[in-house]
């Protein structure tokens, strides 16, 4: 029943930018926090921000602070990453996640999960 359900992946340039979205359907969106993971190849899976259902206040790893900026609309049951000044090693494939009490990037501690998009920066 429950689904989140990614898309806004591509191919882009260095130094371009996407904007991911995640719908949600089937729980109480409202109630969950919202994370964004990614997976490169050979790589694990790391979190790159969050968003709060508390008050809103988000989250990033290091390496995208200043590029990314996740937002939530609630009455879309809809996440978005805004990704900008992308670079090649920001290519994975991109996930949400739903959590009512998980920490921002513990992947483990997330219930529900999308199906991935697939983000590729060539260089």
């Known amino acids: 029943e429950a689904q989140l359900v990614e898309s806004g992946g591509g191919l882009v340039q260095a130094g371009g930018s996407l904007r991911l979205s995640c719908v949600a359907s089937g729980f109480l969106f409202a109630d969950y926090a919202i994370g964004w993971f990614r997976q490169a190849p050979g790589k694990e899976r790391e979190g790159v921000s969050c968003?709060?259902?508390?008050?809103?206040?988000?989250n990033y790893i290091n390496s995208v602070k200043g590029r990314f900026a996740i937002s939530r609309d609630n009455a879309k049951n809809t996440v978005y990453l805004q990704m900008n000044s992308l670079k090649p090693e920001d290519t994975a494939v991109y996930y949400c996640?739903?959590?009512?009490?998980?920490?921002?990037?513990?992947?483990?501690?997330?219930?529900?999960w999308g199906q991935g998009t697939q983000v590729t920066v060539s260089s």
């Open positions: 968003i709060s259902s508390v008050d809103g206040s988000t």
């Open positions: 996640a739903a959590t009512l009490w998980g920490h921002c990037f513990r992947a483990h501690e997330y219930k529900y």
